[in-house]
């Protein structure tokens, strides 16, 4: 109950501060005394001092005494005490220092007296009077000596007189007005600034850009409401906060441009030229103690308001989409507010005003553009999404189309891999089986062939016709099981000869081409060289030797050696004379065809040796 009915009070006590709590004199609940006028002394720098007497508060120093600093003594008479109670006082604006003394006792010391790093005036003051120095029998004379800085806003609000526990939610509605909202829109407005800032970084948009040194720029003035010291001297601080204030406003202005899309060049070039000439008269107006030339840039940037005012006002009327409408009903309520302190605030005119209201619209403003960044960014993510989707239907119908041409290729590749080995397997019965068929048909039809010149040709068509169905054996690039294979096929006839055989052949590793072309090729050298032996060398013992050699040239050695008269012997009785034909020149043109190198000489034993060399990359389990 304690909790509700404090609740209770503190929005009763903000209602009241925000509307100023009635007129000077006005006594809300009977207990407080509202003082609306003291007699003063004015003292500004460079001037001669000013004594006005009944000076009616709220008093404005800067309207007074623009460009000008100095010291005010304000002396207000409170009534005599009664009773044992303490008495407060509640000032709603005093600065930019100040001292207060009654009846010539200082009982409070609001900062220093000329301390420009601190201003007092930020926040209501609420000060207990001891009731020791309070008079029962008379009145009480109260003397607030301030030290005011120019262009601060210095001066004195309305004092009230009364119970502290009658004050003490008025002052709670003042502090929650001035300084914890003022906290509550720095928050929020860095908050919207980094997200904004971390949308730009990641796109590059310009609006999230513009949006963020928006709400940046913007939460300089709420934080200097909630510092109790600031970081500079006055005149170099102040000018820093209207430059700030300068870069929000017309930054505001250029985000509306950006976020419509289409604002007119001119509207553009203008909002930078304002925005330059702000900025500038406001370090001029602190450098040279001229209030009159931020004002003046204040008023170009209402007039600025004004022409974007009418640009969306144009555009929500040709294009209704409810964008338009929305940053309509939130710039209006901006130029509403920036006019009025414009007018009543910054020249105190129609009676002036201490209270602000630009920093309230201009954060309800920054909340609506802040919803607008929101919906921009969903937008462009659902059209990413769709583009996304898009991308992903064209990848996958190429793909179905590369998958499709692939199989065609592939389909292709096969087909003609068969018709190539089909032609390969053609060519050579042509040229192997088929040539000795000749050969052989040509001695059937001699008057009287030879029966065993007759049955050595049968022979080698059989051996030109097993060696091409072994070519096409699968023998997963082992080439041990292609000598194994020609061993098998010319030992009955090896031993038949009486030759002795010596099979030097050791496993070898996996060789990737070893294929049924380089197969039938190896095979033909080796049945020549063997049928060679058969035929010429007179030989009793023959030896294979294959070996894998490192090195330089990497690749497989093969040395078919024997023991016979050696290929520079004479023809002896009983050898064979018939021509030699081209039998070497055919196995070195087969050697060639598979990148092998072959070479015949004389064996130290005096027989023959041919020797081939095969260059291959040295598999990975070499």
């Known amino acids: 109950m304690r909790l509700a009915a404090l609740i209770g ?4 006590a903000a209602a009241l501060a925000w509307a100023g709590a009635g007129p000077a004199g006005a006594n809300p609940s009977g207990a407080v005394l509202t003082l609306g006028q003291a007699d003063a002394l004015l003292e500004p720098e460079g001037a001669a001092p000013v004594e006005r007497a009944a000076l009616p508060l709220p ?5 007074q005494f623009p460009g000008r600093g100095g010291k005010a003594r304000y002396r207000l008479l409170l009534p005599a005490a009664s009773g044992d109670e303490p008495i407060a006082l509640l000032i709603e604006h005093v600065g930019n220092q100040a001292e207060l003394r009654v009846n010539g006792q200082v009982v409070q010391r609001l900062g220093r007296l000329g301390d420009e790093q601190v201003d007092v005036g930020k926040a209501s003051q609420l000060v207990v009077v001891p009731t020791a120095v309070l008079r029962g029998d008379a009145a009480n004379r109260l003397e607030i000596v301030a030290t005011i800085q120019p262009q601060r806003h210095g001066g004195l609000s309305t004092v009230r007189y009364g119970p502290p526990a009658e004050l003490e939610p008025l002052q709670a509605g003042h502090r929650l007005r001035d300084q914890y909202a003022s906290a509550a829109y720095a928050a929020g407005l860095l908050l919207m600034g ?33 510092l109790p010291i600031v970081p500079l001297p006055w005149m170099l601080w102040g000018a820093l906060l209207a430059a700030a ?8 202005a250029r985000f509306v441009v950006l976020l419509l899309g289409h604002g007119p060049p001119r509207l553009v070039r203008a909002t930078h030229f304002t925005l330059a000439a702000a900025v500038l008269l406001a370090g001029l107006s ?12 204040l008023a170009l940037m209402l007039a600025l308001g004004l ?4 640009v969306v006002l144009r555009d929500a009327m040709a294009h209704p989409w409810g964008m338009a409408w929305l940053v309509l009903a939130a710039g209006s309520l901006l130029l509403v507010a920036g006019a009025h302190d414009l007018l009543r605030v910054r020249m105190a005119l129609f009676g002036g005003s201490g209270t602000q209201w630009a920093p309230h619209a201009m954060f309800f403003f920054v909340l609506i553009l802040a919803g607008l960044v929101v919906l921009r960014y969903n937008r462009s993510v659902a059209d990413y999404r769709a583009l996304n989707d898009q991308l992903a239907e064209r990848v996958a119908a190429r793909e179905r189309q590369l998958n499709e041409a692939f199989a065609t290729m592939r389909q292709q590749r096969e087909e003609q891999a068969v018709l190539n080995e089909r032609q390969r397997i053609m060519r050579e019965i042509h040229d192997g089986v088929g040539s000795q068929l000749v050969g052989l048909l040509n001695m059937v039809s001699r008057e009287a062939p030879d029966p065993k010149a007759m049955q050595e040709q049968v022979t080698l068509a059989l051996d030109e016709m097993r060696m091409a169905v072994d070519s096409l054996q699968p023998v997963h690039h082992d080439l041990t099981t292609v000598l194994a294979t020609l061993r098998y096929r010319l030992q009955p006839r090896l031993q038949a000869a009486g030759i002795e055989v010596v099979w030097d052949v050791p496993l070898l590793p996996p060789l990737e081409q070893l294929t049924p072309q380089v197969v039938l090729q190896m095979q033909r050298i080796l049945l020549e060289a063997f049928t060679n032996v058969l035929k010429h060398a007179r030989a009793t013992r023959v030896a294979l030797h294959v070996s894998w050699q ?22 002896g009785p009983g050898a064979d004379t018939a021509p030699r034909g081209h039998g070497l020149a055919n196995m ?23 020797r081939l060399h095969w260059p291959v990359p040295p598999p990975a389990s070499a």
């Open 245 to 252: 204030y300068a870069c929000q406003l017309g930054l505001t």
């Open 550 to 571: 490192g090195g330089g040239q990497p690749g497989v050695a093969l040395a078919l050696c024997d023991n016979g008269v050696g290929m520079a012997a004479e023809p």
């Open 307 to 310: 022409w974007c005012f009418a």
């Open 59 to 63: 008093h404005w120093w800067d309207k």
């Open 588 to 610: 070195r043109t087969r050697a060639a065809s598979i990148g092998a190198v072959l070479q015949v000489e004389r064996c130290d034993t005096g027989g023959t040796c041919v």
């Open 286 to 297: 602190f450098a040279l103690r001229v209030p009159q030339l931020w004002t003046l840039g």
């Open 194 to 226: 980094g997200v904004a800032a971390g949308l730009w970084w990641r796109q590059r948009d310009p609006v999230y850009g513009c949006f963020s040194l928006v709400a940046l720029s913007g939460s300089a003035r709420h934080l200097d409401k909630v």
């Open 9 to 12: 009070r503190l929005v009763v």
